[in-house]
């Protein structure tokens, strides 16, 4: 079990948290939604919850709770720019299936 980051990431992740006062690190989950079942949910966080699985990686601290734990294991975070766009992209290796629209993902 394992979250990764690319050095992509972990430079556009370490801008966030040097601008947050108190951050300490990612925290990386799921929610239910979209017509595939689960969507991502990334946000800087200020404190590790004691059921937190803390990775580090690239000197950044990715935590993740238990309920979602299973369905991002393994996943590399990268962040990556096309033209004008740029966005984090997940290689998740639980994923089955994801919509047309990319917000959403079903696994096994």
């Known amino acids: 079990m394992s979250i990764q980051l690319s050095e992509a990431a972990a430079e556009r992740i370490g801008g966030y948290l040097r601008d947050k006062p108190g951050a300490i690190g990612l925290r990386f989950g799921v929610r239910r939604t979209g017509c595939s079942g689960w969507a991502y949910v990334v946000d800087i966080t200020d404190h590790v919850d004691p059921i937190d699985t803390v990775f580090e990686t690239r000197g950044i601290k990715v935590l993740v709770n238990p309920d979602s734990l299973p369905l991002v294991s393994g996943t590399e975070i990268d962040f990556v720019k096309q033209g004008l766009n740029q966005s984090f992209a997940f290689r998740n290796p639980n ?14």
């Open 95 to 108: 994923v089955t299936h994801e919509c047309g629209c990319g917000e959403s993902f079903t696994t096994a």
